[in-house]
């Protein structure tokens, strides 16, 4: 078990027992989105990066930042503690909107297009 994954899951069990919550409890509590087994793993460390959609009905839950959730799974780097040179963004970017393929490349072709102009002016100064 990482230091990382060890982190999230003593995280997630100290945040169920002191809602006084049994794993059934936390089950009924997210409709079937999170399985007393699978939070069971999680809190043990046996699953070790969990899906950001698990980790948003247990932020709901256990009324905690979905944010430190994501940070403790590894999928978001704290804030000031990453480099310019590493990549940025506290959230999935656009996870929720559940886009189909063609509009994720628009956006991506979009993003593309804002990034090449911030280039230019750059290069202008």
Do not use: C, F, W
């Not at 948003?56 to 978001?76: R, T």
Request: cysteine-free; aromatic content about 6%; proline content about 3%.
């Amino acid at each position: 078990m990482t230091e990382q994954t060890k982190k999230l899951g003593d995280r997630l069990a100290d945040l169920r027992r002191a809602k006084g919550m049994s794993l059934r409890k936390i089950e009924q509590a997210t409709e079937g989105d999170v399985s007393n087994a699978y939070l069971s793993q999680l809190e043990t460390g046996k699953i070790k990066q969990p899906s950001p959609n698990i980790l948003y009905s247990l932020s709901q839950v256990y009324g905690v930042s979905y944010e430190s959730l994501m940070e403790l799974a590894g999928y978001i780097t704290p804030v000031g503690a990453r480099s310019d040179s590493e990549k940025h963004g506290r959230v999935p970017t656009l996870a929720k909107l559940n886009l189909t393929k063609e509009e994720e490349d628009e956006i991506l072709k979009y993003l593309g297009y804002l990034r090449s102009r911030r280039g230019k002016r750059e290069q202008t100064k």
